[in-house]
């Protein structure tokens, strides 16, 4: 069982910038972010596939950058111009085995991370 721990969440204004990182212990094969904001349902950020194939969320494409170390044990989430409506809860999710599709989907992942929480004001 890979543990996942995220860490890099906080307050930050309208416009500012933060990075989330997640630390695997263990080999994850792809890895994304999901985020999930109080009363609404967890919602796709982004991903990085074992072959290093990004993918993001449409509300945060053009703002949000994942990226992942050369060992593939850490994931990134560099996060620029934060709106209000990105306030939530951040979760890193790993896959153990490759997959040729999307990542869009929360049950394509075998672990998740304890969350990290993300307050934008304005």
């Known amino acids: 069982q890979v543990q996942l721990v995220e860490s890099g969440g906080g307050l930050v204004q309208a416009g500012g910038s933060l990075r989330l990182s997640c630390a695997a212990s263990g080999r994850t094969s792809a890895m994304g972010w999901f985020r999930q904001a109080p009363g609404k349902e967890r919602e796709f950020v982004g991903a990085?596939?074992?072959?290093?194939?990004?993918s993001y969320g449409e509300s945060v494409k053009g703002r949000f950058t994942i990226s992942r170390d050369n060992g593939k044990t850490t994931l990134y989430l560099q996060m620029n111009n934060l709106k209000t409506e990105d306030t939530a809860v951040y979760y890193c999710a790993g896959r153990a085995t490759n997959y040729y599709g999307s990542y869009a989907s929360a049950n394509r992942y075998d672990y998740w991370g304890q969350g990290t929480q993300v307050t934008v004001s304005s």
């Open positions: 990085i596939s074992w072959t290093g194939t990004t």
